[in-house]
């Protein structure tokens, strides 16, 4: 059975960098991927990787300043965030999947969820 736990998450000021990890336990070579929601909004995509870990897919709103990245003899997956913004503020999700070429970029692609960890960037 293949589990997901994050850690990393923190408060920051805006300008600010942190760096997420996801360890996936029973793992399989399939997708990973770092999602958030802040309150009152749907979950959205920020960043997922494949499993050979060179192919890669951000969001839009945070391409050249997060970097995903996954080390497969760790079972890890990481998230480097930086040039942080207030709106960055949200739970962030570590996700696995196996997701259809439409899905790469999206929740409904990835099947098992972390619990979240909190990313707080203030002004």
């Known amino acids: 059975q293949v589990e997901v736990v994050e850690s990393g998450g923190g408060s920051v000021q805006t300008g600010g960098s942190l760096r997420l990890s996801c360890v996936v336990s029973?793992?399989?070579?399939?997708?990973i991927g770092w999602f958030r929601q802040a309150p009152g909004k749907e979950r959205e995509a920020v960043a997922t990787i494949a499993a050979g870990g060179v192919t890669a897919y951000y969001a839009d709103s945070v391409k050249g300043r997060f970097t995903i990245s996954r080390d497969n003899a760790k079972n890890t997956a990481y998230l480097q965030m930086g040039s942080l913004k207030p709106e960055d503020t949200a739970m962030y999700y570590c996700?696995?999947?196996?997701?259809?070429?439409?899905?790469?970029?999206?929740?409904?692609?990835?099947?098992?969820w972390g619990r979240g960890t909190q990313v707080t960037v203030s002004s």
């Open positions: 996700a696995a999947g196996s997701p259809g070429q439409e899905y790469k970029l999206h929740p409904w692609g990835y099947n098992v």
């Open positions: 029973g793992y399989i070579r399939n997708y």
